[in-house]
């Protein structure tokens, strides 16, 4: 399916945010790109808890680092990625991913294909504002292609 170009300008991109250390601007969610792919950007600062351990069953998540050093947890190992450097995770693999200690990331990330994730967001930040219960996440994974799971090396990651 094809669609007319997208054009995000920065000053027109909702910005979102999911706690008190992380932003979140929507860029591209998949009705707008033939679900061709979804792009938000990532702006975590030092502390910030980041996305726990998670996997997707219908897409592909990548991180592209524009500024700073981000840890992610990629099935049973922990990557660091810096400025400049790019990570696809295959979907049905667990990661996980937030600044590295003492630092900040800024990252693009992408899903391919794309998946409406936009309200997704949305959730997180009213969860974070009091406004819905963090029960709604949960309940969401089927939704939003976003399932939670648990890793021991990311629980002990300093």
């Known amino acids: 399916m094809t669609t007319a ?8 991109a ?13 860029l591209a969610d998949a009705d707008a790109t ?13 502390g910030s808890p980041g996305a ?3 996997l997707h069953t219908r897409a592909s ?6 500024d700073g050093v981000l840890d992610v947890l990629v099935g049973d190992e922990i990557r660091t990625l ?16 937030a600044p590295a200690r003492d630092e900040a990331a800024d990252v693009l990330v992408v899903f391919t294909p794309g998946i409406d994730r936009f309200d997704y967001y949305r959730l997180l930040e009213r969860v974070h504002l009091g406004e819905a219960d963090p029960a709604e996440i949960a309940a969401s994974g089927e939704r939003f292609d976003n399932h939670y799971v648990d890793s021991p090396l990311w629980r002990a990651r300093p």
Not at 5 to 12: C, F, M, N, Q, S
Not at 61 to 66: I, K
Not at 83 to 95: C, E, K, N, S, W
Request: cysteine-free; aromatic content about 6%.
């Open 34 to 46: 033939g679900d061709a792919l979804t792009a938000n950007r990532a702006t975590l600062h030092r």
């Open 14 to 26: 909702t910005v979102l945010a999911d706690g008190p250390t992380s932003l979140i601007t929507l």
């Open 52 to 54: 726990p351990p998670h």
């Open 82 to 97: 810096r400025q400049g450097d790019f990570l696809v995770v295959p979907a049905h693999t667990p990661h996980a991913f």
């Open 5 to 12: 170009p997208l054009h995000v300008r920065a000053a027109d």
């Open 61 to 66: 998540e990548s991180f592209f680092v524009l």
